[in-house]
């Protein structure tokens, strides 16, 4: 146990080495934030008081709780570019997929985590929380199932790119419609009813709501105690059916069932 939890540590440090000696890495994290805000900051101005009704709450904290969640959990693009270019370490056993998983997930968090950072900050001071107890305990517990269920989508992203070259359309659509869909971009509500189901299936959405009617005091989608006992749910789901769908693919590739492309 001591042996791997060293493993994990060291992946996650050399993963977080990385990201930080290329200025660029941050150079495009920040303007990417900057753009979102300037959405929201636009569409407050265009809007006023009508925008506050449709998010409900500013669109520029919404959009800046939504990002810092996103980025603090949202781990799916580093395990499938990671487990891409390390595919021959992996099924040669020179490296184990769970290691390999949770060290590359704790560097990304490590990264993502200073913008991230800036986004809380400048969430509780436009809006300062006033939090008891119970709250505080229910903000904690989001966080430990929303961690958890990020890894278990992780474990789906990192067959993916086992399988694929992590290029192209399909997985740039992926990704753009994970923001939109999880509540990042656009309110649930404004989605059309018969395409919420999608939104309700990523574990994401859970996590942002939440955070946000602790937090912010937003209207959550349903009660936050529901929500967290379903991102409960969801996480053991996620963990165990992608894990066994990583290890799977493993055993395929090595059968030379499945082509690599």
Known sequence: MR???????????????NW????????????????????????????????????GISPVLYYASGLFVFLLIGNQNSALMAFSAWRMDILSKQLSPDIFLLGNYL????????????????????????LNLYEIFMLISLLIVSFSASVGVSYFFGAMGLRMRPIGFVFTSIMMLITIFCGIMIPIQAIPQGLRWISYSIPYTWSIDGFRALVLNSRPLMPVEREIFLLLVLSIFLIVVGRLTLYRMIRRIKERKVIIR
């Open 20 to 55: 930080v000696r290329y200025p660029e890495n941050f150079g495009g994290l920040l303007l990417y934030i900057g753009l979102v805000m300037f959405v929201g900051w636009y569409l407050q101005m265009l809007t006023g008081d009508a925008s506050e009704e449709v998010f």
């Open 107 to 130: 560097g990304q968090l490590l990264t993502d985590s200073l913008p991230g950072i800036f986004l809380l900050f400048f969430s509780l001071i436009m809006s300062p929380p006033s």
């Open 3 to 17: 042996k791997a939890l060293k493993k994990i540590k060291v992946l996650a440090l050399c993963n977080f080495k």
